[in-house]
């Protein structure tokens, strides 16, 4: 039996990203796309709780059926495992997300919110993400690098509790040096919320930012990409410091 893969992201069921992957998937398998009717970029792990979640069919074709759902990324995930998947998948897809989702964005992306609750699940999952948030991006040269990651899983999956979060950097398919698993750059959003005046004369706020990281290892996330490397970074949902409760004993002489 072929595989089954489950895809989906957080720019929208009519993104460019979620169709080159869509495409490279079939390769490997059966494809089920469950993905936002909008954008829903942002949402990390957030779940709809106001209101149902309504579900339209987009497509069926040989191996592929495609829906669109009026909630976030985890929503589109946890529907699709419990009614639209005919059975358990061996493989979880998010993305190719427009845009960076390297280093501290991991804690903000809907990309890879899906991701994690997939492997909360118990599922191998992985994030794509291409350095490149134009509507019209070029994905040709991310293919190759998802189909060699998928094969990959496929074959040999992942550690228990492990996804990846893979993020490709803006470059031709022959200026692409390789792919290098790295740890998680430090990093930050320097955010500002910008006041603007509407039309009526009524203010309202647009949040802008400048993302820092200075001088990220050789060994980091943004160290690859912006030497022209595949950034790959094994992610877990253990937040637990091991090293600081050793430091913090003594929070329990109480």
């Known amino acids: 039996m072929k595989p089954l893969i489950l895809i989906t992201n957080d720019d929208g069921v009519d993104a460019r990203g979620i169709h080159a992957l869509s495409e490279v998937a079939l390769e490997f398998g059966e494809v089920i796309v469950m993905a936002p ?31 669109a759902c009026d909630g976030t990324p985890v929503d589109c995930v946890k529907l699709a495992l419990e009614h639209f998947c005919p059975r358990r998948p061996d493989l979880v897809l998010s993305g190719i997300n427009h845009g960076s989702n390297s280093s501290i ?29 134009s509507p019209n991006a070029d994905f040709e040269p991310s293919r190759p690098i998802v189909r060699h990651l998928v094969g ?14 893979v993020n490709i950097p803006r470059l031709g398919t022959d200026d692409i040096k390789g792919i290098r698993l790295c740890r998680q750059s430090k990093a930050k959003w320097l955010d500002s919320f910008e006041k603007r005046i509407d039309p009526l004369g009524r203010p309202y706020w647009w949040l802008t930012g400048k993302f820092v990281c200075q001088n990220p290892p050789d060994n980091s996330d943004e160290w690859a990409l912006a030497h022209g490397y595949v950034s790959v970074v ?21």
Do not use: C, W
């Not at 990959?152 to 979060?165: A, F, K, Q, R, T």
């Open 152 to 165: 990959h899983v496929l074959d040999h999956g992942l550690p228990p509790d492990v996804s990846l979060n």
């Open 234 to 254: 094994p992610v877990h949902t253990d937040y637990t410091d091991q090293a600081a409760i050793e430091q913090l004993q003594t929070i329990e002489q109480y």
């Open 37 to 67: 009717s909008h954008n829903a970029s942002g949402k990390s792990l957030s779940l709809t709780t106001d209101r149902p979640l309504r579900v339209r069919e987009v497509r069926q074709a040989d191996g592929l059926a495609v829906y």
């Open 105 to 133: 964005n991991i804690l903000y992306s809907g990309t890879m919110g899906a991701v994690l609750e997939a492997t909360t699940l118990g599922f191998p999952a992985i994030g794509f993400s291409l350095l490149h948030h």
